[in-house]
């Protein structure tokens, strides 16, 4: 995978595109940094400042957004045909098109008026919303190594502020900011403009905000203007995936006050909300954030967040016998803490350990069924590794975005500041847990998975140095087609087939919207890695020429 360096953000590259009204976002996939310094137009002053408030309100789009439409049955038949058609003969093909239109014109017919009476009857979210939440609850593989995703920030622009404890704190504020934003209507809606130039101005906003909620969106697709849904940040603070038999559910406690921090497998908790819901003073998150750090307690002998890299169905077992033992309060209290906090005791050596760290960590000091947790290392790298099913990553490089410019440019702590001290110990709370020795077999079992699977799992950054995007577009090529065309031809090399692959893009532009699925692989992609296999054999002219076919 290519490597780019930039100011801003480390983590997964995406390409977004939206043309007119109705057509998806799509991404590919890539590791690089993204550029999240770009001022937005705000000005920030003060250890207080927080996020610039939003002249329209945060939700303001929400109601009108569009539904996302039921594609025409024979329409999808098609897509699916030329789908099979470059990984079939001509005899598997002719049977699969066979089969394809006799469904079309039978079972499909009645499958899909089905479909239509029940989105019918949906007029409040998503046809495929549940569907879509289902299919990654009831997933029975450890998230750690096949949902979780890793994201990385870029280091403070200020290296003095890129020590622990400094770093911690001005970003776990930032979050709060964040969330205080979200929660009070002052954040920003997320708003695709295709001409900012325009639309992304004082005038524009305070004119959008006159038009009634209710039609909104098509007033401001009018003028380019197309909103996102974030409905999905409604589950970024205070949620976890909780284990079941056959499938998870998700759990959200909205009053809950308190931030999770884990440190050496040890858990604490302090509240960083008061009563009425703001935050309590910067001082104290600091405090209690240096109390944690000084605090030398080992890796515990058991550690329990390994659980949480157990496949599910056994994890399910696992925690029913920690309610069952006696652990009620203090697992309610890591379910509902608002977020994760992760201080691991290691500096990042090099960007291919540090992707190790984002992905799946030690396995004893995150909590992976948190919706995020917020690692820190011990020189101030700082990531997120969070659970896929509640939101997409759309929704999670916005916030990231937002913490990294809040917490670089509105510090709430200098660096050598030193904290007061006298309440930090009895504001923070260290869990304990009762384990018996079944739950120790369960947790070191676990850990013996959990080491099995990282020890499988291979992590390789590969930075290429000649040219880049910007060739690829004076050539007339794309660069999402280029990273599919050499998924493709790598794959093709390693096992001497050509596969279906996946790439997903975003349909945050309508309700409820979560991604969906483009099938790269085609005719024109396999004739272009077939003949890649050996160029020598063809002209530069007619290997340009296959690439332009192959563009998506």
């Known amino acids: 995978m290519a490597l780019s360096q930039g100011p801003g953000l480390l983590g997964l590259l995406f390409r977004h595109q939206l043309g007119r009204q109705g057509r998806p976002w799509r991404r590919s996939f890539g590791v690089a940094f993204w550029d999240i310094g770009r001022d937005t137009g705000g000005k920030r002053s003060g250890a207080d400042a927080g996020l610039v408030p939003s002249i329209v309100p945060t939700l303001h789009y929400q109601d009108s957004l569009p539904r996302l439409p039921i594609p025409r049955l024979e329409d999808s038949i098609g897509r699916?045909?030329?789908?099979?058609?470059?990984?079939?003969?001509?005899?598997?093909?002719?049977?699969?098109?066979?089969?394809?239109?006799?469904f079309q014109n039978g079972l499909g017919k009645e499958l899909?008026?089905?479909?239509?009476?029940?989105?019918?009857?949906?007029?409040?979210?998503?046809?495929?919303?549940?569907?879509?939440?289902?299919?990654?609850?009831?997933?029975?593989?450890?998230?750690?190594?096949?949902?979780?995703?890793?994201?990385?920030?870029?280091?403070?622009?200020?290296?003095?502020?890129?020590?622990q404890l400094t770093r911690a704190t001005n970003m776990t504020v930032s979050i709060v900011r964040f969330l205080r934003a979200f929660r009070t209507g002052t954040l920003e809606p997320e708003v695709l403009h295709i001409y900012p130039e325009k639309t992304d101005t004082k005038f524009?906003?305070?004119?959008?905000?006159?038009?009634?909620?209710?039609?909104?969106?098509?007033?401001?697709?009018?003028?380019?203007?197309?909103?996102?849904?974030?409905?999905?940040?409604?589950?970024?603070?205070?949620?976890?995936?909780?284990?079941?038999?056959?499938?998870?559910?998700?759990?959200?406690?909205?009053?809950?006050?308190?931030?999770?921090?884990?440190?050496?497998?040890?858990?604490?908790?302090?509240?960083?909300?008061?009563?009425?819901?703001?935050?309590?003073?910067?001082?104290?998150?600091?405090?209690?954030?240096?109390?944690?750090?000084?605090?030398?307690?080992?890796?515990?002998?058991?550690?329990?967040?390994?659980?949480?890299?157990?496949?599910?169905?056994?994890?399910?077992?696992?925690?029913?016998a920690l309610l069952d033992n006696g652990n009620q309060e203090a697992l309610k209290k890591v379910e509902t803490a608002i977020f994760s906090l992760c201080l691991d005791e290691l500096p990042v050596q090099d960007l291919e350990q540090f992707t190790q760290i984002m992905l799946y960590g030690n396995g004893h000091n995150r909590w992976y069924d948190k919706s995020f947790n917020l690692i820190l290392t011990k020189d101030g790298s700082a990531a997120i590794n969070f659970e896929h099913s509640w939101g997409d990553v759309l929704t999670m490089l916005r916030f990231m975005k937002e913490v990294f410019q809040d917490s670089t440019e509105a510090p709430a702590v200098r660096p050598q500041e030193v904290p007061p001290t006298a309440g930090a110990p009895g504001a923070v709370k260290k869990l304990d847990f009762h384990l018996n020795d079944s739950l120790k077999a369960g947790i070191a079992t676990a850990r013996?998975?959990?080491?099995?699977?990282?020890?499988?799992?291979?992590?390789?950054?590969?930075?290429?140095?000649?040219?880049?995007?910007?060739?690829?577009?004076?050539?007339?090529?794309?660069?999402?087609?280029?990273?599919?065309?050499?998924?493709?031809?790598?794959?093709?090399?390693?096992?001497?087939?050509?596969?279906?692959?996946?790439?997903p893009c975003s349909t945050a532009a309508y309700k409820h919207g979560r991604t969906e699925v483009i099938r790269p692989t085609s005719i024109h992609s396999k004739d272009c890695v077939l003949a890649f296999q050996r160029p020598s054999r063809h002209a530069v002219a007619e290997l340009k020429d296959l690439l332009l076919r192959s563009r998506l």
């Open 204 to 320: 524009f906003k305070n004119g959008i905000c006159w038009i009634p909620k209710s039609f909104v969106c098509h007033v401001a697709s009018v003028f380019n203007v197309y909103p996102m849904d974030m409905s999905q940040n409604f589950r970024l603070f205070s949620t976890s995936r909780l284990p079941k038999l056959a499938q998870d559910k998700l759990l959200t406690d909205e009053r809950a006050k308190h931030l999770l921090v884990l440190r050496n497998g040890n858990f604490y908790i302090f509240n960083i909300l008061q009563s009425d819901g703001t935050m309590i003073q910067i001082s104290e998150i600091h405090a209690n954030l240096k109390h944690i750090l000084s605090d030398e307690s080992p890796v515990p002998d058991f550690p329990l967040a390994y659980l949480t890299t157990e496949k599910r169905d056994r994890w399910a077992q696992l925690r029913q």
């Open 448 to 503: 013996a998975n959990y080491d099995m699977g990282v020890r499988t799992f291979l992590v390789k950054l590969v930075q290429f140095q000649k040219e880049g995007k910007r060739f690829l577009k004076q050539e007339g090529i794309s660069p999402d087609a280029m990273i599919q065309l050499a998924f493709q031809m790598a794959f093709f090399k390693i096992k001497g087939q050509i596969a279906a692959s996946y790439e």
């Open 112 to 163: 899909h008026e089905m479909l239509v009476f029940h989105d019918q009857h949906s007029q409040h979210t998503s046809y495929i919303s549940d569907v879509w939440l289902n299919s990654y609850l009831g997933r029975r593989h450890p998230p750690v190594f096949n949902m979780n995703v890793g994201l990385a920030f870029q280091p403070d622009p200020k290296a003095e502020y890129n020590e």
């Open 80 to 102: 699916y045909l030329r789908a099979q058609k470059p990984l079939l003969t001509e005899d598997q093909f002719r049977r699969t098109e066979e089969f394809s239109y006799n």
